[in-house]
């Protein structure tokens, strides 16, 4: 069984930070891209930002500049520091592990999310 569990959700107030945590078990970790996604209350699932198993990250345009995507591959670990953080950016944000080596880590894994709210 591959689980993902997120943590570091809350209540911040604009302008303020956050860094959400996804603890990764039952896989081989280095052979995952990790990856983190939000959705907002009527709108669709959006990447916010994704990273290999040798460190390349992609940002969403959107967030771009106030996110960081990290990963600690011996402590199965990944991260998204957000700073600067705007109302908008309030939503669930899900945690996603998808298979980076051909055949040898397939498939596409999700976490439970863990809310963010951005409100004065």
């Known amino acids: 069984q591959v689980q993902l569990v997120e943590s570091g959700g ?20 280095s052979r995952y891209a990790m990856a983190w996604y939000r959705q ?10 994704r990273i290999t198993p040798d460190g390349g990250t992609n940002y ?7 996110v960081t995507i990290s990963r600690d591959n011996a402590k199965k670990m990944a991260y998204l520091q957000m700073n600067s953080l705007k109302p908008e950016a ?13 055949l040898l880590s397939r498939g596409d894994y ?5 809310q963010v709210t951005v409100s004065s």
């Open 10 to 29: 809350g209540l911040v107030q604009p302008g303020g930070s956050l860094t959400l945590s996804c603890a990764a078990s039952g896989t081989i970790f």
């Open 40 to 49: 907002a209350p009527g709108k669709q699932r959006e990447l916010v930002a």
């Open 60 to 66: 969403a345009d959107s967030v771009k500049g106030r």
């Open 90 to 102: 309030t939503a669930v944000y899900y945690c996603n592990a998808y298979g980076w080596v051909p």
């Open 110 to 114: 999700w976490g439970q999310g863990t």
